[in-house]
Structure formats: C-alpha cells, structure tokens
C-alpha cells in the first residue's frame, strides 16, 4: 500500500522508512536463560502510514521497538532506516539517527517530575546544541500544538494522565523527527483521552510523519492503516484490521511540521531557527 502525495526526501518515496529483513534478537544467547523475541520478522513501513503493531504480553512489541528505535542491536538480519543499513553506523551516527529520525513515546510517558513541561519538551534540544531562547520558544510551540499552551509551568504530577501523555508527545517531536514510535501510548488512559491521543497520531500522519505504534488493545489497533500482528516474536501482517484512520479525522494542524525536506506542506509549523524574526 502507498500514499500518494507524501514523498520521502529527495524524492525517493519508494525507500521504506523502516524495513527489516529477518531480523532476529536472541536475549542471553547460549545460555539457560535463552530467550528467543523476535524470529524472522520482516517489517516495511513507508513514509506518511500510520501502522500498528499488536500482539500479547512477551510476543516482542517493545523488542522490536527497541531495535527500530537503534535502542539494541539485533542478534541477525538486516534494519534499513531510509535505506541505510544501521549496523554500518559508528556511534555519532547512530546518536544523530536516534535524535534526528526518530521520536519516542514510551509507555508511563518518562517525564522528570521535577521540570516543568516546558523544560521536559525542550530537554532533548540541548543535546541538539540549540541556543536556550530558541528551545523554549519551540517547547512553547510545541506544547500549543499538542493544546497544552496554558500549561507550560506545570509539573508532570499537576497534570492529568492524558496532558501528561501529550508533553510526551511533544518531547517526541521536538526535534521535527519524521518517524514516531509509541508504545503503549493510551494504556494508562481512559478510553476518551485515548481517542484524543489517537487524533492527533492522526494529525501527524496527515502532515507526513510515520507513526509507529504499540498496542495490545485491538480498538486502538483499528485507527491505524495497517496491522502487524506479533505472536511469540513471529510478525505478521493482519490483512483487514485497519480500517483506514484518515477517512474519519477532520482536517486539523498538530503543528508540528515534519522532516523539512520530506513536508510536503512548505512552511513548517514549529519556529525554524532561520525563520524566526
Ligand atoms: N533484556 C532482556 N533480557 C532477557 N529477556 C528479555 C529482555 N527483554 C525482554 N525479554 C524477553 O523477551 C520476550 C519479549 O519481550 P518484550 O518486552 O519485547 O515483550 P512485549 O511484547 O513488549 O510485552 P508487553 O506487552 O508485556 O510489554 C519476553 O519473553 C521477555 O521476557
Ligand atoms: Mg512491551
């Protein structure tokens, strides 16, 4: 399946954003505790889909995230991020493909209890050396675009599971990264801010981010494109699960532009650093 009308940079919009060949991770490999997460799993995720990826408790989701994420290196088989083999990166590379391409959700959102939700959305900028005044500029941005302007000063502990959720977000995406990965991201939310979560993984979809997201709850599944589902570390495609998101979300901005080069949408939303006054 392939969207038309969002391309990947330079224009080869046939490269997978996410593939894997066989990919396989072997925990304590030739031990007793051996534990075999993933076998021969074969993943293709193109830019612009929304996917999810279902499957029970120690099927191998978070493994699989993991390894997507170039968190944890695979036992065997090949990952291919925008084409290029990961395991031929040395570690500043890995580090820049880990910052620039990628955003994480994870599950209990991981905020720092002790910064407010602008410092936890613009933590992640200072590893990308941005000057402090542009950071918090985009932080604020970033926290409007997810409905959280008024909530900037807050601490994770004065907010609600799903506000607290949505800063994850935002810190997810503060780097513009083209792919989301999320795991588990509704799991501790009631069924209605769930649906608001859901909506704006919709959003960003529309604006040409990949979303890549963890579920056991076939409900949240069905608002993907498309489903994978992973059975004792063997992923496959479930033909018919998704139901096609985008034919029930309104048009609306997240805000967050995505990878510049891959927007198809000219401006992006968040401040650039060469576009600000
Ligand atoms: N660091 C590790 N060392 C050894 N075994 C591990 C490690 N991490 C995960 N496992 C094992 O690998 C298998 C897959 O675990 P994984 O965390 O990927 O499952 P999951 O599908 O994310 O489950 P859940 O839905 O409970 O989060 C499980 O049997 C788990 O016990
Ligand atoms: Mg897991």
Redesign the pocket.
């Known amino acids: 399946m392939s969207r038309t009308g969002v391309r990947a940079a330079g224009g080869d919009g046939d490269v997978p954003v996410i593939e894997t060949r066989a990919l396989e991770k072997i925990?304590?490999e030739g031990t007793e505790?051996e534990?075999v997460?993933l076998r021969g799993v074969d993943l293709r995720i193109m830019r612009g889909e929304f996917v999810a990826i279902m499957?029970?408790?120690?099927?191998?989701?978070?493994?699989?995230m993991n390894l997507i994420g170039a968190l944890d290196t695979p036992s065997a088989g090949v990952y291919l991020c925008d084409g290029v083999d990961v395991s031929t990166l040395d570690r500043e590379a890995l580090a820049r493909l880990r910052r620039d391409k990628i955003g994480f959700v994870f599950q209990g959102f991981n905020l720092l209890p002790r910064m407010s939700a602008l410092d936890n959305v613009a933590m992640p900028l200072g590893y990308a050396s941005v000057p402090p005044a542009e950071r918090l500029e985009r932080a604020q941005a970033a926290l409007e675009a997810v409905g959280l302007g008024a909530r900037t000063g807050h601490r994770p502990s004065e907010l609600s599971g799903g506000q607290q959720q949505r800063v994850a977000i935002a810190r997810a995406l503060i780097n513009r990264p083209p792919v989301l990965l999320a795991d588990e991201p509704t799991g501790a939310l009631d069924t209605r801010t769930g649906e608001e979560i859901l909506a704006l993984f919709k959003r960003l979809r529309d604006e040409g981010h990949t979303v890549v997201l963890i579920t056991?709850d076939p409900d949240v599944a069905a608002h993907a494109d498309r489903t994978y589902v992973?059975r004792d570390g063997e992923l496959d495609e479930e033909p018919g699960l998704g139901m096609n998101g985008r034919a029930s979300v309104e048009s609306g901005d997240s805000g967050f532009g995505s990878d510049p080069n891959a927007d198809p949408n000219p401006q992006s939303r968040i401040p650039n650093p060469g576009s600000t006054p």
Do not use: R
């Open positions: 925990y304590s505790a534990v997460a499957g029970p408790s120690g099927s191998g989701k978070s493994t699989l056991h992973m």
